[in-house]
Each structure stands twice: as C-alpha cells, then as structure tokens.
C-alpha cells in the first residue's frame, strides 16, 4: 500500500543529493572499534546503478513488510535472499541501501518500521551489510532528516522506532549507538534516545534491553553531552544500570537447563495493543506448537513465563501486571494447559519464580493467582497442592508468595467450607 513508502519525492531527492555530496567523506568516515567483518570497499572490484538499487530497495520492502509475520521467519530469509541478489560488495551501495529502508517506511505504519529494524539486524548479522556501511546509511538518513521534517514533523520518532527495533534484537547492536549519536544533533539527542529505549523494550523487554545496556558499558553522557542531562531525564533511565531483574541466559545450553520466557513469543502475547499488528490466539497457539514442544522440560513453566514478562509494565519505579493483556491472553494458556493436573501445578511455580525474580512486588502474586483462578487456567485443588505439598527442590520464594497470597488461601477455604454447608443442608 502507498503508506508503505515515502511519497515525498522532494525530500527523497534532496536526500539523494546529500548522498553524492558527501559520499566521499563517508569512505573516510570514523574507525569504529568493533569485531564484525567489513565487506570489501574497494569500488574499482564492484559497479552499481544508484537509481536501480533505489528501485530494488523499494520493492524488497514492499513485498517484505507485506510478507512478515511473526510465526516464521521465512520472510526475513527471502528478504535477505532478494537482497544478496542485487546488493554488491561496494561500500557506498550498501550505505544507500541502508538509507533507503529507513526512506521506505517513514510514513508507514509503525509495525513497517519495526519489521524492517529486524531486517537491518540480520542483514548486518549475515554481514550482507557492513557495519561501517549501516552507520554511513544511518548517518545519511539522520542528516536528511531536516529536509523530510516539514512533510513527516515525526522524523525523529520514526527513525528511532526502526533504530529501537533494531538494537533490541541482540546485545552487539546497542554498541552502535555511539556513534550513532555523534550524528545527532544536540537538541535532538535526548528525545531520539527517549524514543529509541522505548520501542527497544517493546519490541524485545525491559529485561534485556537493561542487559543489553549493562554489557555495552555505556554511560549517559557516552551518547548526549553532560549539559543537557537534567535530574528527570537521569531517573527516566535509572533502570538501565540497576541490576538486572530477570537474567538473560547466557547460553542456550544454560537456557535448556532452567526455565525463561522465548522473547518470540513474548512479543506475540504482547501484540494484543500494538496498533494494526493484533496476533490472533490461534497464530500464538501455532507458535507454540512449532517451536515448542510437550516433551521439553520446562515447557509449561517457559510458556507461562512468556506470558507474565509479556504483561509486566512499569518496571520502575513500581511493577505492575497489564491486566487487559493478562485477561485476554489467558484463552492461550488455558488453551495449552487443559486442566491437566502437572500442567497448572507447573503454571504456579511460573508465577513464584517470577515474582520472586522481581523481588515479590506489592500485591503481584495475589492478582496473578486470583487472574489464574477466575480465568479458570489454575484450579483451586491445584493452588492447595501447591501450598501443601511444595516441590523441596523448588522452595525459593515459595514461603514469601505463600505469605502474599494468604487472603485468597482464606477465600478459598470460606468459599469451600459455605459449599460443604449448603450441600450438607440441600441433603438434610
């Protein structure tokens, strides 16, 4: 559709123009400290044709970003397929492909911009794209960006969404964001960082963009000058340096060895408000069923983890559970758990490891165990077995959540002891 790309000729032009202006300045552009390999530079090896590769860039996208899916990621490997196809070794080519992804969804909607940060990821992780090469095509698109303001006033927003999608993909790519941020002007640089961690942590989790942010070492004043950082703008990040509250794992193999959240999945529990994106329970049912399997170890306890990371907002300075997604999404547990016994035995232990990992906010368990209760996803035979009978090897946290969810232990022993009552007099 037309709001999938740029309609303003103009300032794609005058982007263009800026291009052969300083397409010199960009081969000598800084030296970045880090390990990816770097394509070839040599233009005497490799020719190009700007207007066609514009062209081939324009309808890759096109076709990509009405393809994508969350439930397979075929349409990334034949988005990179097509790109291969026409993409040289040249440097500058590279540089204007990656200019003209970002051109291509800046008016489009934001589901467009964040599939195609997910194509910038792998095409830089495939290295089809160097790194040097995406900097210059993001350098190019950042001070172009002046140019595109009058026609789309959103232009840092936008860019930064597709920045945002792309950094939360893995650690490595939160590194770029310094230099990144040497283009930026300074009375852009704080609402472009705003921007940028925000859609970060949709797109992937307040967890691991923090991780993320922990192993790059930055501090605030690495990416916006000292001056411009107020007491307000410092806290709004304070989270970023807090330890971490829900470790990533460090390898896979420790992953299969303990239970966490498949960051896929949690981003299609979450999918419920982002705006033209709604995943339909069945495709997330689909997911699970491709990628996950009964006979893993931890496959309830992973599910239901995807689950509560997906409906934890507000980390700071206080956690809370978004009900409405915890409520609507709860047809897909109940969907996989199927009143089986281990099944929703395994479903609470989900919740105390969570909540314990948070450090038992306020009242977190009791909504969690009253949501599960009322959506009928845990019975209440299930949750006195939990209490009675605790797994020994699961014993962390157990009391504190046992102690949190007292009142609803109380309600349910009156409910039950009211239905004995009535039942005893119904028989009399």
Known sequence: EDSRNISHEQSRNESDAQLSNTSSSVRVDKTYNHSTTIINQDLSNTTFDEEKTIA???????????????LTDRPVKEALEDLVAFSTRSFDQQAIIVREVFTN??????????????????????NII????????????????????????????????????????????M????????????????????VIIRYATKFSSQSYIQSFWQSSGFSLNDLIKANLIDSTFSNEFDWLFDTPEIEQSTSQTKESHSPHPDMQ??????????????????????????????????????????????CLIN????????????????????????????AEIQAVYAIQNFVNKLEHPPKM????????????????????????????????????????????????????????????????
């Open 315 to 342: 980390r700071d300075p206080q956690k809370k559970i978004q009900e409405d997604i915890a409520k609507k999404r709860m047809t897909v547990l109940n969907a996989i758990i199927e009143h089986k016994l281990e």
């Open 265 to 310: 999945l949690v981003k299609l529990f979450k999918s419920v408000n982002d705006q033209g994106t709604i995943v339909t329970d069945s495709e997330i049912i689909t997911y699970i069923r491709e990628h996950m399997g009964p006979s893993e170890k931890f496959y309830i306890r992973n599910i239901v983890l995807s689950y509560l990371e997906a």
């Open 365 to 428: 368990a009791q909504l969690l165990f009253d949501i599960f209760y009322d959506e009928e996803c845990v019975s209440e035979s299930t949750f006195f077995e939990w209490r009675q009978n605790p797994d020994q090897s699961e014993t962390e946290g157990h009391v504190v959540v046992e102690i949190s969810t007292i009142d609803i232990f109380t309600w349910l022993q009156h409910t039950e002891s009211e239905l004995g009552a009535g039942e005893e007099e119904w028989e009399n």
């Open 175 to 194: 590194t770029l964001l310094k230099p990144i941020f040497e283009c930026v002007p300074d009375d852009k640089a704080k609402l472009f960082f705003q």
């Open 105 to 126: 969804v800046l008016d489009a909607k934001p589901r467009a911009r964040r599939v195609v940060g997910d194509l910038l990821d792998a095409a830089h992780n495939e």
């Open 56 to 70: 081939r860039v324009h309808a890759l996208i096109e076709k990509y970003t009405e393809n994508y899916s969350n």
């Open 130 to 173: 160097s790194e040097k090469a995406f900097l210059a095509g993001v350098k190019m698109i950042i001070e172009a960006a002046p140019d595109y303001t009058v026609d789309i006033p959103l232009i840092w927003q936008y860019i930064g969404e597709i920045i945002g999608a792309f950094i939360g993909a893995r650690a490595s790519n």
